[in-house]
């Protein structure tokens, strides 16, 4: 008898300890660790990072008020009730590209070591601690490799050793393990619309000899990238990669938050069958100026107010977001956009033209074919 399954089997995002890409600072005192992430800060200004540290004060009132001050150039502080869960905290660091640990405190699931002789209980106390060493720091040029450290890690004389002043080569190896942990790009063709004003499914369209469909998943594919379709429960469509809808009703929005649901760990290309106007040229500029340290990267008109969600580089990054406004009864994945932080490219309006009625059809058809 098969065994019961309780809950909807999920693919679980690919996270460390407190965020999805982490590396927690231990070996020396918390004022060494606090100074060498701000350094290393300034050096890696263009990501999103973030330092998750523990308050030193013995005694602090619980706030009967949970504060939120933000000023006007953009920058807020919080005092709030609550305590370390590492679930919460991968909700609040899901924005970032890299979060530091302070691992006096906390442990991440990538570790620095940081040789300090006047430690050596404090780095025994937290040997276990230290199962992912990626490098180690001397604090001085007298530091030793403890004797118990050679025990447990024979092979830590092995790895890199910068000393603390050599900043830039510390955030060089920082920077590779930001890059390290980008998202691959896959594909994925929205062709899961009712096209009610068209009057029948505009996947199927023939603007280049072949169905839209088709057209739009090889167009992707020619840039690489793993392409699936996006369809209804209802579309009787046989293709080996599809991703039938899960959030019901939604239309884009569902078809985009179902894509996260089947790999939460991709980006997700996104483009519309009704683009017939989107060249190859357009892909690879969106691929060229992808940011993935924004929540997505997006193509805008040149006279539009507003960017196309529907021809869209979708980070994981901004999953937490989709489903944050759909919590809150929204369903547009442009209002999403309009209100995060994204990558905008700007091209000739004429590229990036939605094709809903024949009429349109007719029209967008013969200029093809001219």
Known sequence: MAKHQKHAKLKLRDNDNFASNEISILGTNCSNISNLVSKVSENLEKYKLAYFDASHSKDIEKNTLEKYTFHHKGTAEISVNSEVNKFNQRVQFSQYDFVFINGNHYQGAKQILILDNEKEASVLKRLEQLNNIQFVIKLNDDANYFD??????PQIKNLLCYSIDEIEKISKHIE????????????LVLAGGKSVRMGTDKGTLDFYGKNQRDVAIELLESNNLKTFLSVREAQEIT???????????????????????????????V?????????????????????????????????????????TIWEPKSYPLLLNYLSQGYSCPRKV??????????????FIRNINTPEEYKAAKKEINE
Not at 302 to 311: G, H, M, S, T, W
């Open 176 to 187: 590779n393990l930001i890059k390290e942990k980008i998202a691959p790009i896959n594909g």
């Open 271 to 311: 483009i519309a069958t009704d683009l017939p106007f989107v060249t190859n040229e357009v892909i690879q500029l969106l691929l060229k100026h992808r940011n993935p340290s924004k929540a997505a990267t997006t193509i805008k008109g040149k006279d539009k107010q507003f960017p196309e969600p529907l021809i």
């Open 148 to 153: 118990f450290l050679e025990e447990k890690y």
């Open 239 to 269: 293709i080996e990669n599809k991703i039938t809808d899960k959030f019901i009703g939604l239309g884009p929005f569902g078809a985009i938050c179902s894509a996260f649901q089947e790999n939460p760990d991709v980006a997700w290309l």
């Open 337 to 350: 956009l309009i209100n995060s932080d994204v990558e905008i490219v700007e091209i000739d309006d004429d």
